[in-house]
Nanobody, 116 residues
């Protein structure tokens, strides 16, 4: 089992930045990939960015050039630095950890609201 706790959501204006953090605990040795997904009202949950073993990253087209994903050295935390935020980035952001056994774990979600 892997537990994920997120922090860092909030209300910002268009163009501003926000950083999300997620701390993993439990069977962290089993984690292969960590990352972030988001779900806007009335929409399905979608990939934002992931970082795998070896630091290989993957981004949604909407996040490329604006967002950065990283982990700490021990891979017990994953971060999402979001720059140039837009109203369409408004969503609940979920931390995700996928294990080598293809199990997915989710955080509780962090609300990000971008509005003027």
């Amino acid at each position: 089992q892997v537990q994920l706790v997120e922090s860092g959501g909030g209300l910002v204006q268009p163009g501003e930045s926000l950083k999300l953090s997620c701390v993993a605990s439990g069977s962290i040795f089993s984690i292969d990939t960590m990352g972030w997904y988001r779900q806007a009202p009335g929409k399905q949950r979608e990939l934002v960015a992931t970082v795998g073993t070896g630091g290989i990253t993957s981004f949604a087209d909407s996040a490329k050039g604006r967002f950065a994903v990283s982990t700490n050295g021990a891979r017990t935390s994953v971060f999402l630095q979001m720059n140039g935020l837009k109203p369409e980035d408004t969503a609940v952001y979920y931390c995700n950890a996928q294990t080598y056994f293809q199990h997915n774990y989710w955080g509780q979600g962090a609300q990000v609201t971008v509005t003027s």
